[in-house]
């Protein structure tokens, strides 16, 4: 059985974490990671989620 999708000849470039996610050669894939909770004085509560290829990560706030 064969695959639908063609088989490139060599694996796409990594995501490069010093450029902008959306500068990057390849799209960033996150997974979500962990809950930052802080106080509003403090920037409030973020969600972390970090990209699987190169560990860049990116904070999504949660609602107070």
Known sequence: MTSSQPELPFPPPP???RK????S???????YHD???????DGGSYE???CIHCR???YVQLPD
Do not use: K, N, T
């Not at 050669?25 to 997974?31: A, L, N, T």
């Open 15 to 17: 995501c490069d974490p």
């Open 20 to 23: 902008p996610s959306d500068q």
């Open 25 to 31: 050669p390849v799209p960033h894939e996150y997974r």
């Open 35 to 41: 809950d930052e909770y802080g106080s509003l004085a």
């Open 48 to 50: 972390i989620y970090i």
């Open 56 to 58: 860049r990560r990116a």
